[in-house]
């Protein structure tokens, strides 16, 4: 079942038909039998007794696939209803593929990264000893370990590889241009005699100053201290041997590291210093990345309180959903939560996907660091990936917000009942904002003429319910799927009355099926999910909710024209402008 076949001929095949076209099908037997009689089947296998298939598309209305049932009793036949749900059905299977698809996508990535990384690592041949110190390293680096421990444990590891008895750790502070010393320990020395002290003296700024590692002798100490080079030596100068490395990430200083022996028979060599030097830039990236942790923990706390609060308004979306159900409210607002929660699950699932590629880059970079392969260009890399994702959540963040702000708006009203004054055009585009979902990819063009200062004192549910029947109407019977089309809304105020007119140039209506438009389970596509309840419940909410009269025109291809008229005030009350 899971072998690919090749497509057939739509004209061959209904499955095909509704992959190939983009749009719902719907086959009796009747259909069958008749192309039968004609010499031509439509499908393999039995002939159904009723066939429904709904096409699989992507955010960009290109094929997926297509979902079908089929039945093969006459007493079990799909009510359009059921085609309805299958409708929705196939969208949520839409959606749930294109997320395993990109998830499948990003998992090959990541496979095909880790790959090229395993290879490059296994070229690198390093001493088991010292490689077992970098990766005591990077541990530390994502511990949290106090300072002291964690460089009581560096100072460990060092002693692991050369003798260390007299070592000490000094860190650099740009804020302030001082050097203090953290970490000091030492066989003539208890305490350093200074914990902190400015940029410019000793041995710590003279490493700093000439961004190299250096390693003196006592006589090669003791001519650089002659020399001047050096001023403000701290501790003994009674030294056998001496090295300091600086710890430096794009020549940018965190601080030092210096080894010294009091014992003439333990004398450092160039190989010891060059150790000492790649373990201090190991641990200079160590630093970094720990303090660039300690961003991306903050970065991270707020994402979580964003996360929470969309969160919790989309459980307040979720709320209002259940307590329009349960009072038996109108149905089509069920739809306006399900369009409006597919629209949220497009930037929320952006937002998983960038959290998990940044998770995922940040792994890779730790193992990049942890096997000394981190370069300035992966380091770079690693930060702009760290910035687009972050723009990328915050802007998606505040696109679903806006979403669930309008939808609650429109809930509220549509389930309260109660009488408000409210702003006609603002709330007419926060309905526009909340039909999106239904008007997204199609080529319809909206127009609102309404003046910016009439304000309503009466139901701005009836008003939203209004609106969005009369949309959902041109889309489902004025206009095909690809058809561009216009729609206009016109409000005006007369007198104390608000003239409000809706038109547009889809396919029109004749003169029997306009007398029947007001009457309940009236439809002209009964078999495409119609209910014919939209235009009854329409009328009723204008003559009865909202005081008016509404008067309708339409002639084939001509499109449709509602007329209505509506006291600006329930209760009779004079508004200002």
């Not at 036949?77 to 085609?83: F, K, L």
């Not at 003296?201 to 006589?219: N, T």
């Not at 009355?497 to 596509?525: C, H, I, N, R």
């Amino acid at each position: 079942l899971n072998q690919p076949v090749r497509l057939a001929s739509p004209d061959e095949s209904p499955t095909a038909w509704v992959i190939l076209n983009g749009r719902n099908l719907v086959v009796t037997a009747d259909d069958f039998h008749a192309r039968e009689r004609e010499g031509s089947s439509f499908g393999a296998g039995s002939a159904a007794e009723h066939w429904i298939g709904c096409p699989l598309l992507d955010q960009q209305h290109l094929p997926l696939g297509a979902i079908v049932i089929q039945s093969y009793t006459p007493e079990h036949t799909y009510s359009s209803e059921d085609q309805a749900l299958f409708a929705v059905i196939a969208n949520h299977v839409s959606v749930a593929l294109q997320s395993l698809q990109s998830m499948d996508r990003l998992e090959r990535a990541v496979q095909e990264r880790t790959a090229r990384l395993a290879h490059e690592v296994a070229e690198r041949r390093r001493a088991e000893q010292v490689q077992h110190a970098l990766y005591q390293i990077a541990d530390l680096s994502a511990s949290a370990l106090d300072t002291n421990v964690l460089m009581a444990s560096l100072h460990r590891i060092i002693g692991e590889l050369m003798v260390v008895e007299n070592f000490m750790i000094g860190l650099y502070h740009p804020s302030t241009k001082e050097i203090s010393i953290p970490y000091f320990v030492d066989q003539k020395d208890a305490a350093p005699p200074l914990k902190r002290f400015p940029y410019g003296q000793g041995m710590c700024s003279y490493l700093l100053a000439s961004k190299q590692p250096q390693l003196h002798d006592a006589g090669s100490f003791a001519r650089l201290v002659a020399s001047g080079q050096v001023s403000g030596i701290m501790g003994s100068p009674d030294i056998a041997s001496w090295m300091g490395a600086p710890m430096l990430v794009h020549d940018k200083p965190y601080g030092v590291l210096i080894v010294q022996s009091y014992d003439p028979a333990t004398v450092y060599a160039k190989a010891d210093l060059d150790l000492l030097a790649f373990i201090a830039s190991h641990v200079a990236v160590a630093i970094a990345r720990m303090e660039a942790d300690r961003n991306m923990r903050k970065t991270k706390e707020l994402l979580e309180e964003q996360n929470a609060a969309l969160n919790s308004a989309l459980t307040q979306l979720q709320q209002a959903q259940g307590e329009l159900v349960r009072k038996e409210k109108l149905a089509s607002l069920g739809e306006l939560v399900a369009g409006v929660a597919h629209e949220i699950n497009t930037p929320l699932g952006i937002c998983v996907t960038a959290t998990s590629h940044l998770v995922e880059e940040l792994r890779l970079t730790r193992e990049e660091l942890a096997a000394g392969e981190m370069t300035e260009d992966s380091l770079n890399s690693f930060f702009e990936i760290v910035d687009q994702s972050l723009r990328i959540m915050t802007t998606n963040t505040q696109r679903a917000a806006a979403l669930v702000r309008s939808f609650k708006q429109v809930a509220v009203d549509q389930s309260s009942g109660d009488v408000r004054s409210f702003n006609l055009r603002a709330y007419i585009n926060e309905v526009l904002l909340s039909l999106q979902p239904k008007l997204k990819g199609r080529p319809i063009k909206v127009e609102v003429d309404c003046p910016p200062d009439l304000v309503m004192e009466s139901f701005p549910g009836a008003v939203s319910q209004i609106v969005t029947n009369m949309v959902v109407n041109s889309l489902v019977h004025g206009f095909e799927r690809d058809q561009p089309g216009h729609i206009a809304i016109r409000a005006a105020l007369e007198g104390g009355t608000v003239a409000f007119s809706y038109t547009d140039d889809g396919a029109g209506m004749d003169k029997e099926s306009l007398d029947k438009l007001f009457d309940p389970f009236f439809t002209t596509k009964r078999g495409s999910g119609g209910s014919g309840l939209g235009a009854h419940i329409l009328f009723n909410l204008v003559t009865g909710a909202l005081g008016g009269s509404v008067q309708v025109d339409s002639a084939p291809g001509q499109g449709l024209r509602y007329a209505l008229r509506f006291p600006r005030s329930v209760r009779g009350e004079k508004l200002a402008a």
